[in-house]
């Protein structure tokens, strides 16, 4: 959601398309974009965590669950 707000808000101001015009290739700067916005979500997410911890809230453990099995008991 927070990339999209970017989007927005670049989409409001022109800079993509001052940037687009640069001599840096348009995959890099589609590459840096989705880099900072999943560095930007992983700080938040260890944040969240930091605050629950913080507050004494626990996550239930899954008792059974095995990742390899995957979705085929769906």
Do not use: H, N, W
């Amino acid at each position: 959601m927070q990339s999209a707000f970017g989007l927005v808000f670049d989409r409001e101001l022109g800079s993509l398309k001052i940037l687009l015009t640069s001599p840096i290739p348009r995959y890099s700067l589609i590459f840096c974009k989705m880099m900072a916005s999943t560095v930007v979500s992983i700080l938040q997410v260890y944040a969240f965590l930091l605050v629950t911890a913080l507050y004494g809230i626990t996550f239930p453990v899954l008792i059974g669950f095995d990742p390899s099995v995957g979705l085929s008991r769906v």
